[in-house]
């Protein structure tokens, strides 16, 4: 061969793959090797058979390899086989070898003919091979057999893409030469994960077989379906041969003289045969070694440095020392009150970015669900003004009134006040949920300690509810505390309703309506309803035609301004006697019209007897009507309910609706600053009893709570999962650092041979069924 380095290559990979046996699936890296793929009885077994010259492989009808078998064959003085599953066995017989073969898959696959993935490593020593590690997969087959499952063909299909997709392995498509070649299921599985060739050998067996009159010389010359790498063609024993235990060696003379005696062969010949694919397979598996080398060598160092430090810890562990023990308990008390305050406070070094957690968790309840469940409250607006109404009726009793009671506004403040408690004690609840989770996602490192987590997690989560008893008790407190006096006199309560008034005073004369009076109106007047801007409908063209104006609904009036800056008041209506008309929209019109009249036909401006007012949209419309509804301005006709109230209930007096809409703007007045007040005090107290106490006492108090168990040494104790993960880790590690320094004794100085340049094999059509999404298996 000529370059010592180049010929040490197949035994380092051998090597490197008995130092990561054990590891090499979970450290998902995959050793160059060549995959033998083709179908069922194309030849395969007897390929490898003639590379070792004995028979050593299971024979017989259906699928005969059902696991993944993986040859190393070494070049050595003595000849003997050994199975990694076997370790210190050598087995000089080679029918004991085809033997273990067949009871190992038994062993892995059971006794239906099925398959398993997981592969049988098989090293043959020998003086009559060349260095190769090849890996012998089941053939392709499109009928199951006797129990095998419906789906057979797609699990060997899934099983050689596992190993083929891999850019560390050569594919070796094995296809008969008495089939039609652009129909090789090898070839189109290889074209799939490898469409440029780089890494596809071609072989053609059964040449001897063909028809007469054909031969394969097309293919074998690179001409037909050329592939990068080429063509070689072979010739086995026959199935009577077998039978009748013809001798490899003279299996391989005959080989020899059939390519050297055929016409269409002969001027190839020695570039043809069984010993000329093991050397070509010898000499390209060492080149793409030594191209695979370095990238190899990258995820080898990648993965130990991301093991050190765990492997480190692991060394140094004692379990069996006490004070190492007690050292470790207090670490990880310690590391538990840290990640918690980080969770909470969200620093850290480690920063989810998939979902919120913690203390991020906490703040979304703080300020989107505690607003949005006390405004739920809020906005019940038609059961507030039932029961104002109540109120008010049941405290006039059989009386009537000219003011509106006081004692009605605080029944309802009060009973909007209880009804905090409902949101306030969920809120509660659920900070205490986002609290406990955090502690799990924090206790869920112990785990390599059973009993200290399940401890600590009994320990902190107790804390937490004692906790919640208290903040429960607190906010309870605070809310009774609101319920006890109603105060009126609050700067933010009287700041509403001066407010209220300041449309009023910016006019020094106000314009009464059919009333008649001037000066500033009563409070009950002053609540605004609504603003916005109307178009008076029927004003004559003659006296200016239709104007918007910008109007202000109160409880007792309606106003109209020059514009919304609400100095220059037109007029001021009384609400007094008047309902609501539907205007039909004219043919031209793109307004939306209604009108308001006076039940008493008396005009309602000026020598008007009712007055239409016209705005832009069919929703504004309806608000308008619904606002007027509010300061007791009902519709010229009013329907009966299905069950026959009419009047008594829904359509009350105006008086009454007028004193409704004063107390619910009060209470909403009110309400705005108890709610504003809840928001704040609500989280804090939270804060200052849950949360802060909580990681006050996992921070100072956990640790002597543990302590006071009087049990510290039991725990301790790892978990059986704990400790095979040490040992796993500790193994991988070694494994890994033999594997650098097997690597480290290679030279990089070695050359290899150039790959062929690429050739179009576009005749060659990609498998129908595309290569499936599967996990890395070595």
Not at 267 to 290: C, D, F, S, V, W
Not at 417 to 427: D, E, N, Q, T, Y
Not at 597 to 609: A, G, I, P, Q, S
Not at 612 to 627: F, I
Request: glycine share 6%; aromatic share 6%.
């Amino acid at each position: 061969m000529g370059n010592r380095g180049m010929e040490d290559l197949i035994p380092l990979v051998n090597r490197l793959q008995d130092a990561l046996s054990s590891v090499d699936q979970s450290c998902s890296l995959h050793l160059p090797q060549i995959a033998v793929v083709g179908s069922q009885s194309a030849g395969k077994s007897s390929v490898l058979e003639n590379f070792v010259g004995r028979d050593f492989l299971p024979r017989g009808s259906g699928i005969v390899t059902r696991t993944p078998l993986i040859l190393q064959l070494l070049s050595s003085n003595t000849e003997y086989g050994e199975f990694l599953h076997c370790k210190g066995k050598k087995f000089t017989n080679f029918e004991e070898i085809r033997k273990e073969i067949e009871a190992e898959t038994c062993r892995l696959t059971g006794s239906n003919k099925g398959i398993s993935s997981v592969p049988i490593n098989l090293r043959i020593h020998s003086p009559h091979v060349l260095n190769l590690t090849l890996v012998d997969l089941p053939g392709i087959t499109k009928v199951p057999v006797g129990d095998q499952p419906a789906d057979i063909e797609y699990q060997i299909r899934d099983m050689i893409m596992q190993f083929i997709c891999e850019e560390n392995c050569l594919i070796l498509a094995v296809t008969p030469a008495n089939t039609d070649l652009a129909n090789s299921d090898a070839l189109k599985l290889a074209k799939d994960v490898d469409p440029q060739g780089r890494r596809t050998i071609g072989v053609i067996t059964k040449l001897d077989l063909m028809d007469e009159g054909t031969d394969a010389r097309e293919i074998l010359e690179n001409r037909l379906l050329p592939l990068r790498r080429g063509y070689i063609g072979v010739v086995n024993r026959s199935q009577e041969d077998i039978n009748g235990k013809k001798d490899i060696k003279a299996a391989l003379l005959a080989e020899k003289k059939f390519f050297l005696s055929h016409p269409a062969y002969k001027h190839m010949a020695e570039r043809m045969g069984t010993p000329y694919l093991q050397r070509i397979l010898n000499q390209q598996l060492k080149n793409h070694i030594r191209d695979t080398l370095p990238a190899f060598r990258g995820r080898l160092q990648s993965q130990l440095l991301a093991l050190n430090k765990e492997a480190e810890e692991y060394r140094q562990y004692c379990p069996d020392n006490p004070a190492h023990r007690t050292k470790t308990l207090l670490q990880l008390v310690q590391r538990l009150a840290v990640d918690f305050e980080e969770l909470i406070k969200g620093s850290g070094d480690k920063v989810d970015t998939d979902a919120l957690s913690g203390g991020a968790r906490i703040n979304r309840i703080f300020h989107e669900h505690f607003p949005y469940e006390l405004l739920k409250i809020e906005s019940d607006e038609r059961k507030m003004r039932r029961d104002i109404k109540y109120a008010i009726r049941n405290i006039r009793g059989v009386r009537t009134t000219l003011f509106t009671p006081n004692m009605a506004f605080e029944a309802i403040v009060k009973k909007q006040i209880s009804r905090l408690k409902g949101p306030c004690m969920k809120f509660i609840d659920m900070v205490s949920q986002e609290l406990i989770t955090t502690v799990h996602q924090c206790i869920n490192k112990l785990s390599s300690f059973p009993k200290l987590r399940g401890e600590t997690e009994r320990i902190i989560t107790t804390e937490i509810l004692e906790q919640e008893r208290k903040c429960r008790d607190q906010v309870l407190l605070l809310i009774d505390i609101q319920l006890a006096y109603i105060n009126t006199k609050h700067e933010d309560f009287i700041g509403f309703i001066n407010s209220q008034q300041t449309y009023n005073h910016s006019n020094k004369t106000v314009t009464a309506g059919t009333a008649g009076n001037q000066g500033v109106a009563p409070l009950s007047s002053l609540i605004v309803i609504r603003k916005g801007w109307l178009t008076i409908n029927n004003i004559g063209i003659m006296k200016g035609g239709a104007k918007e104006y910008w109007f202000i609904l109160t409880a007792e009036t309606l106003s109209w301004f020059k514009d919304d800056e609400e100095k220059e008041m037109k007029y001021m209506l009384p609400l007094d006697n008047l309902k609501l008309r539907e205007v039909e929209k004219g043919f031209m019109s793109s307004k939306f019209v209604f009108a308001v009249f006076n039940t008493e036909l008396r005009n309602v401006y000026k020598d008007y007897k009712c007055l239409e007012l016209a705005c832009n949209s069919k929703d504004e419309l309806d608000s308008w009507k619904a606002s007027l509804l509010r300061a007791g301005v009902y519709p010229e006709k009013v329907t009966v309910d299905e069950q026959g109230n009419g009047a008594p209930e829904n359509f009350t007096d105006p008086q009454l609706e007028r004193q409704v809409e004063t107390i619910r703007n009060l209470v909403d007045a009110y309400m705005s600053i108890i709610y504003k007040t809840t928001r704040d005090f609500v989280p804090k107290t939270i804060m200052h009893l849950m949360i802060n106490s909580v990681k006050e006492f996992i921070s100072s108090e956990l640790l002597a709570q543990l302590y006071a168990l009087g049990e510290c040494s039991a725990l301790m104790d790892d978990s059986p999962e704990e400790q095979q993960h040490r040992e796993e880790v500790l193994r991988k590690h070694a494994a890994l650092k033999e594997a650098l320094t097997v690597i480290g004794d290679i030279s990089t100085s070695i050359c290899s041979t150039p790959l062929p340049p690429p050739v179009d094999s576009c005749g060659i059509q990609p498998s129908r069924r595309q290569p499936p999404a599967i996990p890395n298996v070595k």
